[in-house]
């Protein structure tokens, strides 16, 4: 990286963090803690002044760009920590557990994320020439360096919330212009093997994606197999390459996800919530749950309740 790339990605950055602070500000013009959603498309920006508790959750296809402070996603035994103009990115839903590492009050944590538009990524990777070899259904998340092209898209985008008389139009075109970005990337080796028809990580994409809205069911590992046109051998090998766990433990943690939204939102209690997402014994899910989250259920849920910060710096 050259010594004016370095010196647009500081000013880039600066702009980036000024462009968070703007839009996660109180009502008085101070500045508020949690997360914001912009009126764009997938936008969200982050705003935190101290650490966080590492917390379970599924971390949609994403891409999270840190302009102040650090965060870290832990994903089966490895921490994927990032700031500046490193961004963390998944190409699929998959389980992780994360937190911001370092905020304060003097520094606080400020970031952006984008939900991903697997369509559009699609469409632009037929137009687009992968950038190397194409990778080998690789895990389903990665950190990279930001070129200077990438970052300042990304703020012209955040700035778009200063215009929003301008956001219909220029917000679709500046967030084509990210993903044709991201393709071009080395992250975009990732991205296209979960796009690519008829890849094995398409295929495993479409298995996650069955799974999402039939994790309720009793799971057949060969019929999922077949619904990717897998053996089952080799099906469970690149679903746990991709997602780093079984398909049975990717059920349970889906279902333990779905129970544990339901209980934030105050929907169900204990035992609605494990029948609700297809637990058939309340004593087992209480046990999976408490192993996962650290404690009881409806303990856990109190207490988060309490905190009033959980839902929003999961995703941050």
Same mark, same amino acid.
Request: hydrophobic share 40%; aromatic share 8%.
């Given at each position: 990286?050259?010594?004016?790339?370095?010196?647009?990605?500081?000013?880039?950055?600066?702009?980036?963090?000024?462009?968070?602070?703007?839009?996660?500000?109180?009502?008085?013009?101070?500045?508020? #803690? =949690?997360?914001?959603?912009?009126?764009?498309?997938?936008?969200?920006? @982050?705003?935190?002044?101290?650490? %966080?508790?590492?917390?379970?959750?599924?971390?949609?296809?994403?891409?999270?760009?840190?302009?102040?402070?650090?965060?870290?996603? @832990?994903?089966? %035994?490895?921490?994927?920590?990032?700031?500046?103009?490193?961004?963390?990115?998944?190409?699929?839903?998959?389980?992780?557990?994360?937190?911001?590492?370092?905020?304060? #009050?003097?520094?606080?944590?400020?970031?952006?994320?984008?939900?991903?538009?697997? *369509?559009?990524?699609?469409? /632009?990777?037929?137009?687009?020439?992968? !950038?190397?070899?194409?990778?080998?259904?690789?895990?389903?998340?990665?950190?990279? *360096?930001? =070129?200077? *092209?990438?970052?300042?898209?990304?703020?012209?985008?955040?700035?778009?919330?200063?215009?929003?008389?301008?956001?219909?139009?220029?917000?679709?075109?500046?967030?084509?212009?990210? @993903?044709?970005? /991201?393709? &071009?990337?080395?992250?975009?080796?990732?991205?296209?093997?979960?796009?690519?028809?008829?890849?094995?990580?398409?295929?495993?994409?479409?298995?996650?994606?069955?799974?999402?809205?039939?994790? &309720? #069911?009793?799971? $057949?590992?060969?019929?999922?197999?077949?619904?990717?046109?897998?053996?089952?051998?080799?099906? @469970?090998?690149?679903?746990?390459?991709?997602?780093?766990?079984?398909?049975?433990?990717? !059920?349970?943690?889906?279902?333990?996800?779905?129970?544990?939204?339901?209980?934030?939102?105050?929907?169900?209690?204990?035992?609605?919530?494990?029948?609700?997402?297809?637990? #058939? $014994?309340?004593?087992?899910?209480?046990?999976?749950? &408490?192993?996962?989250? %650290? *404690?009881?259920?409806?303990?856990?849920?109190?207490?988060? !309740?309490?905190? =009033?910060? !959980?839902?929003?710096?999961?995703?941050?």
């Amino acid at each position: 990286m050259t010594e004016l790339e370095r010196v647009d990605i500081t000013r880039s950055l600066t702009l980036l963090a000024d462009l968070v602070l703007h839009n996660t500000a109180s009502g008085e013009g101070s500045p508020g #803690e =949690g997360s914001t959603t912009a009126a764009i498309r997938g936008l969200a920006f @982050h705003h935190f002044t101290s650490p %966080g508790d590492p917390m379970p959750h599924f971390m949609q296809p994403v891409l999270i760009v840190v302009a102040q402070g650090r965060k870290v996603v @832990h994903i089966s %035994g490895r921490d994927y920590a990032f700031a500046g103009n490193t961004c963390f990115v998944t190409g699929v839903n998959m389980p992780v557990t994360s937190c911001v590492l370092e905020a304060s #009050e003097d520094q606080p944590y400020l970031a952006m994320s984008l939900y991903l538009d697997m *369509e559009l990524l699609a469409e /632009l990777a037929v137009r687009t020439p992968p !950038q190397g070899a194409q990778a080998e259904c690789p895990c389903g998340a990665m950190i990279q *360096e930001m =070129g200077p *092209e990438l970052l300042d898209a990304f703020v012209r985008l955040a700035a778009l919330t200063t215009r929003p008389d301008e956001i219909p139009v220029m917000g679709e075109i500046v967030l084509r212009e990210i @993903h044709y970005r /991201l393709l &071009k990337s080395p992250i975009g080796a990732l991205l296209r093997t979960f796009n690519a028809f008829g890849s094995q990580g398409h295929q495993i994409s479409r298995a996650i994606h069955w799974l999402e809205e039939h994790y &309720k #069911e009793s799971l $057949s590992v060969e019929e999922l197999a077949a619904r990717a046109s897998m053996a089952p051998s080799t099906f @469970h090998r690149y679903f746990k390459k991709v997602t780093t766990v079984s398909p049975l433990q990717y !059920q349970k943690r889906l279902r333990l996800d779905k129970a544990h939204h339901l209980m934030m939102s105050g929907q169900c209690d204990v035992t609605q919530a494990a029948y609700a997402v297809g637990y #058939e $014994s309340v004593s087992q899910f209480v046990r999976e749950y &408490k192993r996962l989250y %650290g *404690e009881a259920p409806r303990r856990n849920v109190l207490a988060l !309740q309490a905190a =009033g910060r !959980q839902e929003s710096a999961s995703f941050a």
